[in-house]
Protein backbone atom coordinates (compact mmCIF):
# COMPACT_ATOMS: atom_id res chain seq x y z
CA UNK A 1 0.00 0.00 0.00
CA UNK A 2 2.90 2.26 0.37
CA UNK A 3 5.25 4.04 -2.30
CA UNK A 4 8.13 2.44 -0.86
CA UNK A 5 8.55 -0.64 0.75
CA UNK A 6 10.62 -1.40 3.08
CA UNK A 7 11.05 -5.02 4.26
CA UNK A 8 10.64 -4.57 8.14
CA UNK A 9 7.63 -2.68 7.65
CA UNK A 10 4.25 -4.08 8.45
CA UNK A 11 2.22 -1.32 7.11
CA UNK A 12 3.64 -1.41 3.70
CA UNK A 13 2.34 -5.23 3.11
CA UNK A 14 -1.15 -4.95 4.29
CA UNK A 15 -3.02 -7.01 1.90
CA UNK A 16 -6.25 -5.40 0.45
CA UNK A 17 -8.45 -7.52 2.08
CA UNK A 18 -7.82 -5.78 5.15
CA UNK A 19 -8.22 -2.47 3.70
CA UNK A 20 -11.61 -0.82 4.90
CA UNK A 21 -11.18 2.65 3.04
CA UNK A 22 -9.08 4.32 0.80
CA UNK A 23 -8.45 8.04 -0.22
CA UNK A 24 -6.01 9.92 -2.48
CA UNK A 25 -3.15 9.38 0.00
CA UNK A 26 -4.21 7.01 2.73
CA UNK A 27 -6.05 3.44 3.57
CA UNK A 28 -7.82 2.24 6.78
CA UNK A 29 -7.50 -0.91 8.52
CA UNK A 30 -9.04 -2.24 11.88
CA UNK A 31 -6.58 -2.11 14.16
CA UNK A 32 -4.61 -6.14 14.43
CA UNK A 33 -4.27 -5.88 18.15
CA UNK A 34 -7.35 -3.51 19.41
CA UNK A 35 -7.72 -1.83 22.45
CA UNK A 36 -11.51 -1.17 22.48
CA UNK A 37 -14.02 -3.01 19.82
CA UNK A 38 -13.75 -0.58 16.14
CA UNK A 39 -10.34 0.42 16.87
CA UNK A 40 -8.59 1.67 13.73
CA UNK A 41 -5.37 2.64 11.90
CA UNK A 42 -5.78 5.47 9.16
CA UNK A 43 -1.97 5.11 7.67
CA UNK A 44 -0.59 7.24 4.67
CA UNK A 45 0.13 5.51 1.41
CA UNK A 46 3.64 7.13 1.33
CA UNK A 47 6.43 5.40 3.48
CA UNK A 48 7.38 8.40 6.15
CA UNK A 49 8.24 7.69 9.79
CA UNK A 50 7.16 11.07 11.84
CA UNK A 51 3.90 12.69 11.77
CA UNK A 52 4.90 15.78 11.40
CA UNK A 53 6.82 15.22 7.86
CA UNK A 54 3.35 14.56 5.92
CA UNK A 55 2.92 17.34 3.49
CA UNK A 56 -0.33 19.43 3.74
CA UNK A 57 -2.45 17.60 1.36
CA UNK A 58 -1.37 14.15 3.35
CA UNK A 59 -2.09 15.35 6.65
CA UNK A 60 -5.54 17.14 5.32
CA UNK A 61 -6.39 13.38 3.27
CA UNK A 62 -6.05 11.72 6.65
CA UNK A 63 -8.15 14.30 8.66
CA UNK A 64 -11.03 13.57 5.76
CA UNK A 65 -10.42 9.45 6.02
CA UNK A 66 -10.69 9.92 9.67
CA UNK A 67 -13.86 11.56 9.89
CA UNK A 68 -15.14 8.67 7.06
CA UNK A 69 -13.84 6.01 9.08
CA UNK A 70 -15.61 7.76 12.25
CA UNK A 71 -19.18 7.76 10.82
CA UNK A 72 -18.38 4.29 9.90
CA UNK A 73 -17.55 3.44 13.66
CA UNK A 74 -20.80 5.55 14.58
CA UNK A 75 -22.87 3.49 12.70
CA UNK A 76 -21.47 -0.37 13.30
CA UNK A 77 -20.36 0.30 16.59
CA UNK A 78 -21.92 3.24 18.42
CA UNK A 79 -19.22 4.22 21.03
CA UNK A 80 -19.67 7.45 22.97
CA UNK A 81 -16.68 9.34 22.44
CA UNK A 82 -12.94 8.65 20.92
CA UNK A 83 -9.47 8.82 21.65
CA UNK A 84 -7.20 10.14 18.44
CA UNK A 85 -3.48 9.87 18.61
CA UNK A 86 -0.37 9.71 16.76
CA UNK A 87 2.84 8.27 18.32
CA UNK A 88 5.82 10.44 17.02
CA UNK A 89 9.63 8.63 17.63
CA UNK A 90 10.42 5.48 19.31
CA UNK A 91 10.43 7.52 23.35
CA UNK A 92 6.76 8.15 22.37
CA UNK A 93 5.67 4.43 21.87
CA UNK A 94 5.98 4.44 17.74
CA UNK A 95 6.44 1.03 17.58
CA UNK A 96 5.66 0.62 13.54
CA UNK A 97 7.81 3.77 12.01
CA UNK A 98 5.15 4.78 8.96
CA UNK A 99 2.61 7.49 9.52
CA UNK A 100 -0.39 5.96 11.18
CA UNK A 101 -3.31 7.57 12.96
CA UNK A 102 -5.17 5.34 15.99
CA UNK A 103 -8.75 6.10 15.73
CA UNK A 104 -10.15 4.30 19.22
CA UNK A 105 -13.41 4.15 20.09
CA UNK A 106 -14.19 4.69 23.70
CA UNK A 107 -17.50 3.08 25.75
CA UNK A 108 -18.84 4.25 29.02
CA UNK A 109 -16.93 1.86 32.17
CA UNK A 110 -14.16 0.96 29.92
CA UNK A 111 -12.08 2.49 32.11
CA UNK A 112 -12.60 3.49 36.31
CA UNK A 113 -11.67 6.72 35.41
CA UNK A 114 -10.66 8.05 31.71
CA UNK A 115 -10.40 11.83 33.30
CA UNK A 116 -7.21 13.45 31.51
CA UNK A 117 -7.55 11.18 28.80
CA UNK A 118 -4.26 11.37 26.33
CA UNK A 119 -2.58 13.13 29.20
CA UNK A 120 -2.47 9.81 31.46
CA UNK A 121 -0.20 8.44 28.76
CA UNK A 122 2.79 9.14 31.37
CA UNK A 123 1.66 7.58 34.56
CA UNK A 124 0.37 10.50 37.49
CA UNK A 125 0.36 13.32 34.82
CA UNK A 126 -3.06 12.93 33.54
CA UNK A 127 -4.45 14.60 37.11
CA UNK A 128 -4.66 18.43 36.98
Not at 53 to 73: G, I, Y
Not at 94 to 115: E, F, G, K, N, W
Amino acid sequence: MSNSTPSDCPFCSIPSSRVRETSTFGFAVDDAFPVSLGHSLIIVNRYVENFCELTQEEMACLMNLLRTVKQRLDKSVMPTGYNVGVNVGAVAGQTVMHVHIHLIPRYPDDAPDPSGGVRNIIPGRGRY
